[in-house]
DNA sequence: AAATCTATTTGACAATTGTCAAAATCACTC
DNA sequence: GAGTGATTTTGACAATTGTCAAATAGATTT
């Protein structure tokens, strides 16, 4: 259940690592469409994908807003709930048939705490999804709405088979109209 | 020389950390314009503002892109490079005559793996400037540039007597034409 | 105070994208 | 396989914002 961004790390030390958080963690398969986490609540789980893919969403002005999607080998949560121990804005959806692994975060915090060594993997993982985060706004202050569709394609190719057209046009900060016109431009 | 965003976390605990940091930490003071960092270089240091206004800015096609603007209280590096050890895309300067303390790298890693109960505060740290991105990312997609302009003179109004227009027009991701427009168009 | 350099504003226009409404396509159920 | 509901596409139009060029205002130097 490693995630993909901790692949490349020295596999001495990670082992025990993923040997404490694998003792603590649950699988779980999910059908398409099941909510893992309902927004107004607090969220205590981290979401490992296995299989399938996942998205965060919310709602704003009443329209469903795609803020985060997660494939095999990433995790997905409802982040703001997380950090800041309070009621989520996020809902976190699976949207395929799904495997997951689940880490509550209250065992999380309690192997951290026995082992603060582990800090530092949290703290690289912070730091990977802090660079994704400062590469989406740049994605988004210098790509037109084309730009950033072909960004995607490129970057994930299955996921426009997998996920529906509105879900990655609010992800994109495209409407779905433009980015229906956008696809048919191409071929 | 304390952050802003620590002042709210338990004394006790904190001040521990506090002096650790401070005993590696050094003062210095620069005028207008002096360049802490340079783009193309490995960036060492944390800066943490005492008195005065940073910007972190990079090229993007010839032109001068404001990425993040700290002032009293807040810290500011070349984040890409303090995570990921090489180059750095981002120069650093200080817009206004500035007093900054320097944190090495280097040594914050040594204190961290002395005492890795530290290591909890810079999670922390990290998923403030998470947020603050999330928070950033939404400003972009969902509020036009007039709005985003008002946002910034809710949030820090004083920053717009202390930094050039073109600086705020490409930190808030609009011409600095519309920039200019749009203040016109108030009052 | 004139001269020079920098920063900001204004004008004219074009391009991108959003919105609303309707049609077409697709997927699933009975 | 007809029918129903969800998803995607298309059309017409308006609004926001960017670009390029020039003018104005402000700041600094001699």
Same sequence: chains 1, 2.
């Avoid at 705490?113 to 985060?133: A, G």
């Avoid at 190719?157 to 900060?173: K, M, T, V």
């Amino acid at each position: 259940m490693i995630l993909e961004i901790f692949k490349s790390l020295p596999a001495a030390e990670l082992a025990e690592l993923l040997a404490d958080f694998q003792a603590i963690a649950t699988r779980h398969s999910y059908p398409k469409n099941t909510l893992l986490h309902q927004e107004g609540t607090r969220c205590d789980h981290v979401f490992i994908l296995e299989k399938g893919v996942a998205r965060t969403f919310y709602y704003k002005d009443g329209k469903d807003v795609t803020a985060h999607i997660a494939t095999e080998g990433e995790s997905i949560t409802a982040i703001d709930s997380l950090i800041q121990r309070k009621k989520s804005r996020y809902n976190v959806e699976v949207v395929e048939d799904s495997v997951v692994m689940l880490i509550a975060y209250p065992e999380m915090q309690q192997v951290l705490e026995q082992k603060p060594q582990h800090e530092k993997y949290i703290r690289f993982f912070l730091e990977q999804i802090y660079m994704d985060l400062a590469d989406r706004i740049e994605n988004l202050l210098f790509y037109t709405a084309k730009e950033r569709y072909e960004r995607l394609v490129e970057d994930k190719p299955d996921l426009l088979q997998r996920i529906n057209l509105s879900h990655i046009a609010s992800y994109l900060g495209i409407s779905q109209e433009t980015l229906s016109r956008i696809r048919a431009s191409k071929e």
